[in-house]
């Protein structure tokens, strides 16, 4: 209860501060590009469920269907210009908090994905992972901040990268986060996240968590 407190308090002030910003995003979105505003995308949710999750319309509206699908990669040509943007800010993440208002995510949580790429998870991971409502940031969210030019740094195919390098450690900062959850962890979670989209090259959450699962060797860029 009181994580879902915070989460409704956090949300409506986000929205509130988020407001200055977002009329004019929606402005230039309706304007350029495709005129599409929001994108919603199917993801699994908590107990494996289904959802819409709210993002600002990035890429063409086709891009499932074109080019690497579900993986987005660096310099990604399906990217619209003002998308490149709002994704390098994670702007394009902040309508999510309309999905924390209806219950569907947390602020803090394992990142919602795609059923395709969920099914890269082992059955056990899809089970202790399925058993959190996804959140709009998270370790995983904080780790993979530049994941488009991790899948890119790879001679592997996009969907090899992910299925082979990246989601079985996604997994076990997913399971480290199962394990030690809690309104400290989430606040530090919060606090962190900040401050490496301000120093995106920032390894200060190492530091912090020192427990945190090694990375394999060679899965980010030196």
């Known amino acids: 209860m009181l994580k879902r407190l915070m989460d409704i308090l956090l949300s409506l002030v986000a929205t509130i501060l988020f407001l200055p910003i977002g009329i004019p995003i929606t402005i230039i979105l309706r304007s350029t590009g495709e005129g599409e505003i929001f994108y919603l995308q199917r993801r699994i949710g908590k107990n494996r469920e289904l959802f819409s999750v709210y993002k600002f319309a990035t890429m063409l509206k086709n891009s499932p ?7 987005t ?12 943007f709002l994704r390098k800010t994670k702007l394009n993440e902040v309508p999510q ?3 924390i208002l209806f219950g569907s ?3 803090v949580g394992p990142r919602p994905l795609t059923p395709n790429n969920f099914s890269y ?18 370790i995983g969210s904080i780790v993979f901040r530049d994941e488009e030019s991790i899948i890119g740094a790879s001679d592997k ?6 299925k082979e390098d990246i989601a079985p450690y996604k997994a076990q900062l997913e399971r480290w986060y199962y394990q030690h959850q809690g309104t400290l962890t989430d606040i530090m979670i919060i606090l962190v996240t900040a401050w490496v989209v ?3 090259e920032s390894t200060v959450y190492r530091r912090i968590w020192k427990d945190l699962p090694p990375a394999p060797e060679g899965l980010f860029p030196a």
């Open 65 to 71: 269907n074109i080019g690497s699908g579900d993986i």
């Open 157 to 162: 195919a996009f969907d090899q990268r992910y």
């Open 198 to 200: 301000l120093r995106p």
């Open 105 to 107: 995510m947390s602020i």
């Open 73 to 84: 990669v660096s310099g990604d040509p399906r990217v619209l210009p003002v998308g490149k």
């Open 97 to 99: 908090v309309l999905n």
């Open 121 to 138: 998870y082992t059955e056990e991971n899809q089970e202790v992972i399925g058993r959190m409502r996804p959140g709009l940031t998270g």
